[in-house]
């Protein structure tokens, strides 16, 4: 049973009678009036054994982005129903309006109109609807949770998605429908045309120019239908905090970017989510569906307490493709530490495939060692510096922080590997520039 503000309201009318007739009676009896009338409403409330919800929602939300749905309330009872409705779903869900009043008449159904605003990506659930139904004195009500399961998986935002354009313009360059196709742009026969002064002597095709009696050279094009893996680190590294956003924010970032890049430029793009073991995969996914079928991966992958296993990296690649690829392990380099599993790998996965590792730099670390003041996101503050006696200690750790990375980073590119180093802004686009430079020079 639950109360209305009406009921409340007339419960302190019980004053007036009281103090006018300076006689307690009056009072009592008015509230015993009012308590009879909730009991009565009550009773003619509809039964609520006799009403159904149904849902009709989306099964994905992208974050930060508004979704609709309908909530329906069908009402198989001879009464009608009165009814504020609430649909019990997690705050991170972003679900409005938090209630809903609904009339549905006998034998009728009524809808709701609801909105999702998610603020946290993963999978959100409902834990049911609470109905109340009020009786016709608007006093008093029926109240019960109905059970209707939901589920709606937030995507991650992609934000990283604007620089697709630009990389989509570089990769038709890249593919000859805005420059000269030329040897070095990929090692794949395109087409035959004639020799022109600056050509590589290398592209000659000697057999049509004897046939033709001129000399002909030979059209390359970058490669299509390869491999690109995408690694996603899901280990206790990616729980640190860059700003506001763990490190695996940027790693899904980039993930997500360079996704869409390499379906769009025809090749095939798989993923693979690993802390200890496999948490996710997508196997590959094509042009049409490459970032719905990652982001609704991706969606659901959060950082544990376990250390990545990146000994299990080179059978995981090996069991997807034997043949030459990209593989893209989106990572942090901090320290020798903390990243020695990863590279005691590299080696052997950088002599058969071409390797991108991802290095996030914290711009609090940076301006720390600056001297710099920062605010409670990372952000330096211009202009203002720390005191220099009480600050010096950790001037010093940030400087020894950015020197172990850079000494990682080192190895890592030693051992083969391209590292892309950046803050979580400048990390998407610049793994979508190492893929468009391993696209030109023919190493995939």
């Keep these: 049973m639950a109360i209305s503000g009406r009921f409340v309201v007339l419960l302190a009318v019980a004053v007036v009678p009281t103090v006018l007739l300076a006689s307690g009676w009056a009072g009592l009896a008015w509230i015993a009036v009012v308590l009879v ?9 509809a039964d609520l054994g006799a ?5 009709r929602m989306p099964r994905l939300a992208r974050r930060d982005t508004v979704a609709d749905g309908t909530l329906v309330l069908v009402n198989a009872g001879r009464r009608p129903v009165r009814a504020v409705v609430r649909d019990m779903w997690e705050p991170s869900a972003g679900h409005r309006p938090g209630r809903s009043r609904l009339t549905v008449p006998s034998g009728e ?3 709701a109109r609801v909105q999702f605003a998610p603020f946290r ?3 959100r659930r409902s834990a049911g609807v609470a109905v ?6 608007g006093l008093a009500a029926r109240q019960r949770v109905l059970d209707a399961p939901a589920e709606l998986v937030v995507t991650p935002p992609f934000r990283s998605r604007r620089h697709l354009p630009s990389r989509l313009a570089r990769l038709r360059e890249l593919d000859g429908e805005t420059t000269l196709q030329l040897r070095g742009h990929g090692t794949e026969f ?4 004639e020799y022109v002064r600056g050509d590589d002597v290398r592209s000659i095709d000697w057999r049509a120019t004897a046939r033709r009696q001129d000399l002909v050279v030979r059209t390359w094009r970058p490669e299509r239908d390869r491999r690109v893996i ?6 206790r590294a990616g729980a640190g905090r860059v700003g506001d956003e763990p490190r695996l924010d940027t790693a899904i970032e980039a ?7 390499a379906a769009a430029a025809g090749d095939r793009v798989d993923l693979a989510v690993v802390d200890d073991r496999v948490r996710g995969r997508v196997h590959g996914a094509t042009r049409v569906d490459v970032v719905q079928r990652f982001g609704e991966t991706l969606a659901l992958a959060e950082p544990g307490l376990a250390a990545t296993d990146w000994a299990a990296v080179p059978a995981l690649v090996d069991a997807v493709t034997t043949q030459r690829s990209l593989v893209v392990l989106a990572t942090s380099l901090d320290s020798v530490g903390a990243s020695g599993d990863l590279l005691a790998v590299l080696p052997a996965l950088a002599r058969r495939h071409a390797v991108v590792v991802t290095a996030v730099e914290d711009p609090a670390v940076t301006a720390m060692a600056r001297g710099a003041e920062v605010d409670r996101h990372g952000r330096a503050l211009p202009g203002v510096t720390s005191a220099a006696g009480r600050d010096v200690y950790r001037r010093a750790a940030a400087e020894r922080t950015l020197l172990d990375a850079d000494g990682v980073a080192d190895v890592a590119r030693r051992s083969g590997a391209e590292v892309v180093r950046g803050t979580p802004e400048q990390v998407p686009p610049a793994v979508a520039d190492a893929y468009l430079r391993a696209k030109a020079a023919g190493r995939l």
């Design 255 to 261: 993930a997500l970017l360079v996704g869409a890049l």
């Design 230 to 235: 995408v690694v996603v680190d899901a280990g």
């Design 51 to 55: 009403v159904q919800v149904e849902r």
């Design 190 to 193: 395109d087409s035959l045309r």
């Design 37 to 45: 009338a909730a009991a009565v409403d009550v009773v003619l409330a």
């Design 121 to 123: 990506r993963g999978r």
């Design 132 to 137: 109340r139904a009020f009786g016709p004195l």
């Design 109 to 111: 159904r009524r809808a």
